[in-house]
């Protein structure tokens, strides 16, 4: 449990991004793909169904035992909850009203955001743009890991304990890596999630705000759906940045799964990727791409030679726009 691994850095490169090229080379043999860009018409339906499915739950749990509060936080809130911060990912991309209402969007990712208690939806935005425009761009991308958890987090029982951590790390990450001056929306959202949590624990006590804020952590933390993030760009085989997942959890993440596919057009919400690799499927069925998200979590500790240094990343050229 507690071999070093070899890696002491990041895997730099000095080669921009795959999926700009790529979207190029596929539009210009595809055009029909752009057909699928702009809003997805359900998904404002979908969110709004979770959230009251979030809020019934709220209210089934405040009378029960709290060995029944534990077991459901984890077998159901925080499966609700992950795929809820999955919607807000979709909708930081404007899938849910479209470009021209992109302040609706902003507004709707709060509403999505209250049933997960950590008033984050507004700072997602702005740090995933980036994200995509300067896919492991040194001291903007704030998905890459920080020099302390790859030095520190090197072991099979540390990276245990780092998986476990994970929402604490990405709520963290962005103040070491890149911070940026609060806005306005930012302290919109911080207002509105405080007092939707002070108003459901004067309402039903205890329990529900538990049920809320453990199974977003949970969630988030060491759970199958959480193999995404190892998933998405952790460098698995060398020279590869991003992997596609093409597995039944899909069902459950908005197809954030389709990885290779929604870096290549962020502008398709998720329903729509699979169209996009039915399409172009000579780009996407060589790449490399996983089966199970568990066998993700379980591989990324056991091997050691991944550690959160296991990632790609490069110096940034040029004038950076940020968001």
């Excluded at 890991?145 to 962005?174: H, M, N, S, V």
């Excluded at 193999?227 to 020279?239: D, P, S, V, W």
């Excluded at 329903?271 to 996983?290: F, G, H, T, W």
């Excluded at 550690?307 to 950076?320: C, F, N, T």
Aim: net charge positive; proline share 6%; charged share 20%.
């Amino acid at each position: 449990m507690g071999n070093q691994v070899p890696r002491q850095d990041y895997e730099w490169v000095y080669t921009d991004q795959p999926h700009a090229d790529r979207r190029k080379e596929i539009l210009a043999k595809y055009p029909e793909i752009k057909s699928l860009m702009g809003p997805d018409p359900r998904l404002k339906w979908i969110v709004c169904m979770m959230v009251v499915i979030q809020f019934l739950a709220f209210y089934l749990v405040k009378d029960l035992d709290w060995k029944w509060v534990f077991f459901w936080t984890y077998t159901f809130g925080s499966c609700v909850n992950h795929s809820m911060t999955l919607a807000i990912h979709e909708i930081s991309h404007n899938a849910a009203f479209g470009n021209n209402k992109a302040l609706w969007n902003r507004y709707f990712a709060m509403f999505a955001n209250l049933p997960i208690g950590l008033p984050y939806s507004a700072s997602f935005k702005r740090y995933h743009l980036d994200h995509h425009r300067y896919l492991g761009g040194d001291g903007v991308d704030v998905d890459i890991p920080t020099d302390f958890e790859g030095w520190f987090f090197c072991t099979r029982l540390r990276k245990f304990i780092w998986i476990i951590l994970q929402p604490l790390f990405y709520a963290i990450r962005p103040l070491c890596i890149n911070p940026k001056p609060i806005s306005q929306l930012e302290l919109t959202n911080v207002l509105i999630q405080m007092s939707f949590n002070v108003l459901l624990y004067c309402m039903w006590g205890g329990k529900p705000v538990f049920y809320m804020l453990a199974g977003s952590m949970l969630g988030m933390g060491l759970h199958p759906i959480s193999g995404h993030f190892i998933a998405e760009h952790y460098m698995f085989l060398k020279g590869h940045e991003t992997y596609s997942y093409y597995g039944s959890l899909n069902l459950l993440t908005f197809n954030v799964g389709y990885h290779n596919e929604h870096h290549d057009f962020p502008s398709i919400p998720g329903r729509r990727l699979p169209i996009v690799k039915k399409i172009a499927s000579e780009y996407y069925e060589d790449l490399p791409q996983y089966s199970s998200w568990v066998r993700v979590l379980y591989d990324f500790i056991m091997d050691d030679t991944l550690s959160p240094y296991s990632r790609i990343k490069r110096k940034l050229k040029g004038d950076v726009k940020q968001e």
